[in-house]
């Protein structure tokens, strides 16, 4: 049974507004992070299919590049909030403005 | 015996080894170690030397030239070859017998004067240094190597003046800059050596006195000369034996390198050598014969004016070595070292290499009739003044120093009249006289000092008990008569007013002493009548047959000098010697010890009949006796322009006669002037008219005071100038510190305030500024919110993906 | 030309490196290792520089054991190393003086003061490795790089382990000498620019071809002022007189290393600089100006030695007697002739090692007592047999006595001078009463510090010399006793290239020394 690729991108599309109303909406750092990680998610749901689709390995190769770089995130954000955890007692971003122009 | 010449490197390295073991490990060796390989070293050096003599006398006189084994050369690069090259000849082996001779002599003295001494062995290691350098100077075959002596046994000197140097209560400072004073005097000397050997490698192209195969002395050179000829028959029989020397040399690999005697028998002379092949006299002569020009860069001269000045630059060397006006000034003051040192320094072998490098230098002199006539006149000045300044000293050792000078002009004076074998003469007669005198001197000196000690602070059986304090101190007590600042220095064991009637305390000093005087003064049949008299008689000839000016000034000089000599000599000797102990310490003098008294007697005997060595023909039968002139006849195998002199009753009688009236006068004078010399005081200072010329002789003349007003204060005084202001006050501080720096700094400033700051900065702030207003309009944006940015960017890919579809929706 | 392979030039020349970088990785602490680390090498590069002239062919003027290594193709340098008659000797004395300026820094007083030592010894290695890069550069802008860096360690060196006013002394040393050879810069990117190359054999070749001219009608002409360009850098290096005032300052405030390597190998670039560059290059030029130079240069022989008898300071005096040697050196380069170059060449090495001899014991006085003044000494002899006797040898071989170094330097300067178709006579005359003065303001510092009464109380106890000590002062009397009695292996080594050189000038001689 053939799933329609317009079935995974609506997918792609829900899970990617998901993650945008997420990064947007929340304040703990992790769970911005996690929404980050599904933001990416969603779109290799996107490119898988598309390479599905046309038949094309370009999509697949993008895949394992976005794979490769999450995985990099991870480790750099995870110690950054630890970091930001141990000097602010607090990861909620809206306490963190030292940026401010 | 043919081969003995290889042995001439022994006679330098011997003694050098010596010193070498005594400088190293002689403050571990007992005193009389030091002293035995110091003297067998010297003595060693003077087998040696008699070695050469025999093998000389044997093989007709062969010169040889040798090369020492193990040096390659030495000086050698583009255009200059100067080797280490040793010349054994008449004229260096007479200079090695006098130098290891009396040198040897002078060593054992040491061994009793020096004893206790806390530098024993520096003193007989510098001692054996003196000897190895003044080898050098003697055996040498070039100018250069003649330097290397010549400056080598002025540091020597150097080193023995200053052996003193720490004396107490300023006396270590004085003889420190006596050595100091006779090294710089030396120096201007040597600088006039220096110039002297660049004027002859530029025009000659070598520095050899004369190369291997070369004949010094042409063996026909003499022929014409009918007293002559005989000898040169002898020679001539001689030869054979000269040409073995050549294969023998092949033959035999040796201690060194025999090059090549000189002359192979087929040869009378050097016709047969390309002028370029000669040493510098070769090719002088040559020259002088082709009346050629030299070419130096921007002028050309002749010969003849190239040599006169070789030769005066020359003289200006020997002036500084042999203590010529107007270099002589550091001989007086020389006589701070000890007494051996003078002894054998600066009486009998040191002051004499310059007699013995214009000897050597004949063929020069003999070429430049200027600069003969001008070394006459040196000489002989130097001769009457030294003699003159000598009568007014009451330092035992500087009337001997004095006198030094005045002999030395003497020499000097015979060479400028071409008695080059007078002068030869009178160097070797006078090495023998004047160490015997000095060493006398020193004997006294030390007697007086045991006299002094026995006689102050201690009782006399103290003074045995105290023996070796009392040595130790007595060294001390040789120079310390200059500071009279305390009780103990007061008493001067030098003055000749605190000796008197050591005649019956100390005989053996006292007739050694007198036989120094009398050779000294010209006393027949001493050693000085034969050499002064023949120097004398040569000045006769050249002034009264050959019609020259310098004949005369010699012959008129010297003959005055010659009464000052026998003058202050007696004045000496009765002050000294005859009439009663003036001091205690001249009442207790003891007999010097064996070791030093030994020196004494041989030098004696030598002083009474080294004479005979040169009896001028026609000497009252004596030539049948002891044989004419052998000693000029011996030279004359290496000297060409030597010649012998006959004998002159004239100038022989009046020499001897004016010597025995002054000595008449100054006994008259002396003997009965006890109780003015108590005083303190001279009697001729008291005569009205003589009074004040004894007092210029006192003082010397002024010659110091005079230096120091124009030499010495000067330079001093520039010197500082030059230190302090112009170079320091003015060129470092100011123009560095304060026009350049200060400049800088100006310049700096208006850079930095109107111009940096005005117009370089005001662009730069400018565009600062701008930026900063810019900015400031923005700033607002930046609020720090991650949200904010993530919802800015979710806009801009908003924005972006619009732009991007907005052609699709147009398209519909 | 072939690059394969490491030549003997380069290894001599990194040596250095190699210890400094083994140094770098020592703990401060480690004292003795560090010490140790860099005598050992700084001996082994000596043993090397041996071998190099054991392998060195007298009988050939070009250069030997070049190496070639692309630098910057684009500006026409490269690094480019080899030696010839000109540099064998000055590099093999900057291998000799090293090890003894580092032995004798081992018990140096200012370095327990202030510390550092670690740094101290980088610094001393990085000298080294600067001074050989500057003596068997080749190529011109690799010289002038190697020739500027030398004054970086030693500007640190005198302003960290100098005397009380050693800042100023340093920043002026650095300065003086950069100010100097900016002219220098100047001129070597000009005859880089006409030649397209800044190798010096292709530049020589290119001159000798007549393919590279630099134009030459009078004392003033574009030839001259690259001449003179040069020359100003080399001259404040040297010095020649009047460029000479940092000199007593550097030298008096640096410490005992820095005055013996300064005076022993860092003067000897300027006059190094000139017989490889200045006289090659310009020969017209150098023709024309010889007889200025050679004023200058006996003034600067009389006034050094003039001044340095007036000095109460004892370092200061031996830093102005530098100046009166040196000036024999330029005088002799100047002769033109091949006796001068020759002379001027030993005697670089004969003043590096008896007035480094003489920073060396002066040093040792200063350990012992803390003082400069002449005034508080006196007597020394007797308080140190030893050291006295050992000073007295390196004194008289810096005032010239024959059977010493010095003397063989000084004589065949002056004869070379005295034979020399620019200079001559007169030239020679007042150059030798410079030795006369020599014997002047030697001897009475010898005097005022060794002989005299040992009457100062603190003089008496003086601690005996270290065997450290001894070392480096036997050291350099038997080297001033073996060039004094045996130079013909010294001279030998320079000859074919003086000779090489000495003929290339030759023709201009004639031809200028007739121009009005």
Redesign the interface.
């Known amino acids: 049974m053939m799933v329609a690729t317009e079935a995974y991108v609506v997918l792609s599309m829900v899970l990617f507004v998901l993650g945008t109303l997420g990064v947007l909406l929340r304040r703990n750092a992790i769970l911005v992070f996690m929404s980050v990680e599904l933001m990416l998610n969603a779109t290799n749901l996107a490119l898988a299919a598309f390479a599905q689709q046309w038949g094309s390995e370009t999509g697949h190769l993008f895949v394992f590049f976005i794979i490769a770089v999450a995985a990099a995130e991870v480790a750099v954000g995870l110690a950054l909030i630890v970091a930001i955890f141990r000097s602010k007692k607090s990861i909620n971003i809206d306490e963190l403005h030292q940026m401010e122009g | 015996m043919e081969n003995y010449p290889q042995l001439v490197p022994l006679i330098i390295l011997i003694p050098a080894v010596g010193a070498f073991i005594n400088l190293m490990w002689g403050a571990r060796i007992a005193e009389r170690g030091v002293a035995l390989i110091g003297t067998f070293a010297s003595a060693f050096a003077f087998l040696i030397a008699v070695l050469l003599y025999s093998a000389l006398s044997s093989s007709g006189y062969e010169s040889a030239i040798v090369n020492p084994p193990f040096l390659d050369g030495w000086l050698r690069l583009t255009g200059v070859e100067i080797s280490w090259q040793m010349r054994v000849d008449t004229l260096s082996v007479t200079m090695m017998l006098v130098i290891t001779g009396v040198g040897t002599l002078i060593h054992l003295y040491s061994m009793g004067y020096m004893h206790g001494d806390p530098r024993f062995h520096r003193f007989f290691a510098y001692l054996n240094m003196f000897l190895a350098f003044m080898l050098v100077l003697v055996t040498g075959n070039n100018f250069l190597m003649l330097f290397v002596g010549w400056e080598g046994v002025g540091l020597c000197s150097f080193l023995l003046i200053g052996f003193w140097f720490d004396r107490a209560k300023g006396v270590g400072w004085r003889n420190s800059n006596a050595a100091r004073k006779a090294f710089i005097v030396n120096r201007v000397g040597d600088f006039g050596l220096m110039m002297a050997i660049f004027l002859i490698f530029w025009t000659f192209g070598t520095l050899d006195f004369y190369k291997p195969g070369e004949l010094a002395v042409p063996l026909d050179a003499h022929a014409e000369e009918g007293e002559y000829s005989e000898e040169v028959g002898v020679v001539a029989e001689g030869e054979p034996a000269g040409g073995e020397i050549v294969t023998e040399a092949a033959a035999i690999e040796g201690e060194g390198e025999l090059l090549l005697a000189e002359g192979e028998p087929e040869y009378l002379n050097n016709d047969h050598i390309e002028t370029e092949q000669l040493g510098v006299f070769g090719q002088a002569e040559r020259f002088v014969e082709e009346g050629r020009d030299i070419d130096f860069g921007p002028f050309t001269l002749p010969i003849g004016a190239v040599i006169t000045i070789i030769t005066l630059f020359l003289l200006l060397g020997a002036a500084g070595k042999s203590a010529q006006i107007p270099l002589f000034v550091w001989l007086p003051d020389a006589m701070a070292g000890p007494t051996p040192v003078s002894a054998l320094i600066h009486a009998a072998t040191m002051v004499t290499a310059g007699v013995y490098m214009m000897v050597r230098s004949n063929v020069f002199y003999h070429e430049a009739e200027l600069t003969s006539f001008i070394v006459t006149v040196v000489g002989a000045s130097t001769a009457i003044m030294a003699g003159f300044v000598a009568i007014g000293q009451w330092d035992i050792k500087r009337v001997l120093a004095y006198s030094t000078v005045s002999q030395l002009g003497f020499m000097v004076a015979a060479v400028g009249v071409g008695a080059y074998g007078a002068a030869m003469f009178h160097l070797v007669t006078h090495a023998f006289f004047k160490a015997l005198l000095f060493l006398g001197s020193g004997s006294v000196i030390h007697a007086m000092e045991h006299g002094h000690h026995a006689a102050h602070g201690h009782s006399h059986d103290d003074a045995h008990a105290h023996d070796e304090e009392a040595h130790a101190s007595t060294h001390k007590a040789d120079e310390e008569h200059h500071a009279d600042l305390s009780d103990e220095a007061e008493f001067d064991p030098q003055d000749m007013r605190n000796m008197g009637g050591l005649r019956t305390k100390m005989p053996v000093t006292y007739v050694t002493y007198l036989i120094g005087t009398l050779a000294l003064a010209g006393i027949f049949p001493f050693a000085g009548f034969w050499s002064k008299d023949e120097i004398l008689a040569d000045s006769w000839v050249v002034g009264l047959f050959e019609g020259q000016l310098s004949g005369f000034i010699a012959l008129g000089l010297l003959l005055l000098a010659a009464g000052f000599t026998a003058f202050y000599m007696w004045r000496q000797v009765v002050l000294v010697f005859h009439g009663k102990p003036r001091t205690e310490a001249a009442e207790r003098a003891p007999e010097s010890s064996i070791p030093m008294v030994i020196p004494l007697l041989v030098l004696a005997i030598a002083s009474i009949f080294i004479g005979f060595m040169n009896v001028p023909s026609g000497a009252l039968g004596l030539d049948t006796l002891f044989g004419a002139h052998r000693f000029t006849d011996w030279l004359s195998h290496s000297v060409l322009n030597v010649h012998a002199g006959d004998f002159n009753i004239l100038v022989a009688g009046g020499a001897l006669l004016l010597a025995i009236v002054a000595m008449i006068v100054a006994n008259g004078i002396y003997a009965r002037a006890r109780d003015t010399i108590l005083r303190g005081v001279d009697p001729l200072e008291e005569r009205e008219g003589i009074g004040n010329a004894w007092r210029l002789a006192n003082a010397r003349l002024y010659w110091d005071q005079i230096y120091f007003m124009l030499i010495e204060n000067p330079f001093n005084r520039i010197g500082k100038f030059l230190a302090d202001t112009l170079d320091w006050a003015f060129w470092h501080d100011y123009v560095h510190d304060t026009v350049i720096a200060k400049g800088f700094r100006t310049i700096g400033n208006i850079l930095a305030t109107p111009v940096d700051l005005g117009i370089i900065d005001g662009i730069v702030n400018g565009i600062g500024r701008l930026a900063r207003w810019l900015s400031s309009g923005l700033r607002p944006i930046q609020t720090g919110y991650v949200r904010t940015y993530a919802i800015t960017l979710l806009f801009g890919v908003v924005i972006v993906v619009v732009v991007l579809l907005l052609p699709l929706i147009q398209r519909g | 030309m072939e690059n394969t392979g490491l030549s003997l030039v380069t290894l001599v020349l990194f040596l250095p490196m190699v210890g400094f970088s083994i140094v770098l990785f020592l703990k401060e602490s480690q004292t003795e290792a560090i010490k140790w680390t860099t005598l050992g090498t700084s001996l082994i590069t000596f043993v090397m520089s041996l071998v190099m002239w054991a392998g060195f062919d007298n009988n050939q003027p070009a250069l030997q054991m070049v190496q070639q290594w692309e630098f910057l193709p684009q500006v026409g340098t490269s690094y480019y190393v080899g030696v010839d008659g000109l540099s064998l000797l000055l590099v093999i004395l900057t291998t000799f003086i090293m090890p003894l300026a580092i032995l004798s820094s081992f018990r140096a007083h200012v370095l327990h003061e202030r510390g550092r030592e670690k740094l101290y010894y980088l610094l001393l290695l990085l000298l080294e490795w600067a001074m050989i890069g500057a003596f068997v550069a080749q190529d011109l802008i690799v010289f002038f790089i190697f020739f500027e860096f030398t004054l970086v360690p030693m500007f640190f060196l005198i302003g960290i382990w100098g005397a009380e006013n050693r800042m100023y002394a340093a920043v ?1 040393f650095y300065l003086y000498t950069l100010a100097g050879s900016i002219l220098m810069l100047l001129a070597i990117l000009y005859v880089g620019s006409n030649a397209g190359t800044f190798n010096m054999p292709q530049i020589l070749a290119m001159i000798q071809s007549g393919d590279l001219i630099f134009p030459f009608d009078g004392l003033f002409s574009p030839q001259s002022f690259l001449f003179l360009g040069f020359l100003i850098g080399f001259a404040v290096k040297i010095p020649i007189w ?1 460029l000479h ?1 940092w000199l ?2 550097a030298h008096v405030q640096a410490p005992t290393a820095g005055s013996v390597i300064l005076a022993g190998v860092l003067l000897k670039l300027g006059t190094y600089g000139i017989a490889r560059f200045c006289i090659p290059l310009f020969p017209e030029a150098a023709v024309a100006w010889a007889p200025f130079v050679g004023i200058l240069a006996v003034i600067g022989i009389i ?1 050094g030695a ?6 109460t300071d004892v370092k200061k005096l031996v830093a ?1 007697s530098s100046i009166s040697h040196l000036g024999f050196v330029v005088l002799g380069l100047f002769a033109l002739n ?2 001068g170059i ?1 002379g001027g060449l030993i005697q670089m090495v004969n003043h590096g090692i008896s007035t480094g001899g003489l920073f060396l014991f002066v040093g040792m006085l200063y350990e012992r007592r803390h003082t400069k003044d002449l005034a508080a000494y006196g ?1 020394i ?2 308080a140190l047999p030893l050291l006295g ?1 050992l000073s007295l040898i390196i004194t ?1 071989s810096s005032m010239g ?3 010493l170094n010095g ?2 330097g000084e ?2 300067i ?2 070379g001078t ?4 620019v200079l ?2 007169f030239f ?2 007042f150059a ?2 410079g ?2 003065l020599a ?2 303001y030697m ?2 510092m010898f ?1 005022k510090v060794f ?5 100062k109380e603190e003089n008496k106890h003086l601690e005996p010399l270290h065997w450290q000590e001894v070392t480096v002062l036997v050291a350099v009397v038997a080297a001033t006793i073996i060039i004094g ?4 292996p010294f ?2 080594t320079m ?1 074919a290239t ?2 090489d050189v ?1 003929a290339k000038i030759q023709p201009f001689v004639t031809t200028v020394v007739q121009l009005p």
Do not use: C, H, N, R
């Open positions: 002026k009047p005032s007593p300052d006034y003039w001044v340095s008898y007036a000095q102005y091949a006796q020759q007597g002899w007797k006797g008289l006595l024959p059977g003397f063989i004589f065949t002056l004869m005295f034979g020399s178709e001559g006579f020679a005359l030798t009463l030795v006369i014997a002047v001897l009475y005097q002989m005299g009464e040992l009457d009695i045996q130079p013909g001279f030998a000859q003086v000779v000495v």
